[in-house]
């Protein structure tokens, strides 16, 4: 495992690389980091060349530059830039998800293939009381040995920056964005979400142009720590696909 920062304007980024073949890269959600990944990157470096980053705000990037999310894609192609990826697969979490999706949106020569996991593209349509309580429930069903490491990231990006973070989500419609993109993509949702429910899995689905929904049985919000054997297992054969012209599946397949 290589790790390195790559100066973007006035902010230091972070990030992690190992592996050899096509560049994947993956991007951690709210008050994540790159260790959100670390049950997945092994597996996915046996087949590529695999990149993790601290979003400008987050991990070990908090220096020089607060997170704007509508300028978060921008700094994500800065960054790429500075490490000689012209093109390659994006795989985002969460709000990754919505910074993956609007880089394949405004760049589509850059992303060969796309996978959006649990993302948070649509607008929140439930109340914020009902929000709380998904949260809360979100919260309880994850793991034990995620929690550390939950908490540790959201202390290290403060209070300041999670609450921007979030207002900009609540607030933000991606379905323009996910309208343009281009390439095939695979939106993956963990079985019992309580933060961003399946059936909001369901309708990013279908508004992108080229997508095929998978559901992780058994996972939460986060399926790549829930469940990272079946996780990589069905991102990894997604992604080793060649390339290929764009096609629109609208069915969902529960992973056993």
């Known amino acids: 495992m290589q790790r390195g920062y790559v100066q973007v304007d006035r902010g230091r980024i972070y990030y992690q690389v190992a592996g050899s073949g096509r560049p994947v890269v993956l991007v951690h959600g709210l008050s994540g980091s790159t260790r959100w990944w670390s049950r997945n990157i092994a597996a996915f470096a046996e087949r590529f060349r695999v990149y993790v980053l601290d979003l400008i705000g987050f991990g070990a990037s908090r ?10 894609a921008y700094y994500l192609t800065k960054w790429m830039d500075a490490l000689g990826i012209d093109g390659g697969s994006l795989v985002g979490h969460s709000m990754g ?3 993956a999706a609007d880089l394949a949106a405004r760049f589509p020569e850059r992303v060969e293939r796309l996978v959006l996991v649990d993302a948070a593209v649509l607008p929140f349509e439930r109340r914020y009381w009902q929000q709380a309580l998904g949260l809360i429930e979100g919260l309880w ?6 929690l550390p490491v939950l908490l540790t990231d959201a202390y290290r990006s403060g209070p300041r920056t999670l609450l921007k973070a979030a207002h900009q989500l609540l607030t933000t419609d991606a379905r323009p964005q996910l309208a343009r993109i281009q390439a095939p993509t695979l939106v993956v949702w963990g079985e019992h979400d309580a933060i961003l429910p399946l059936e909001l899995g369901q309708r990013v689905t279908a508004c992108v142009p080229a997508a095929e929904l998978v559901v992780i049985a058994g996972a939460g919000h986060n399926p790549m720590w829930d469940r990272p054997e079946e996780f990589n297992r069905v991102v990894v054969q997604f992604l080793a696909v060649e390339r290929e012209a ?9 992973a056993a």
């Open 63 to 72: 220096d020089g530059l607060e997170f704007v999310l509508s300028e978060a």
């Open 97 to 99: 998800g919505f910074i």
């Open 141 to 146: 069903r994850m793991p034990l040995g995620f």
């Open 246 to 254: 764009p096609r629109r599946t609208a069915a969902a397949s529960t």
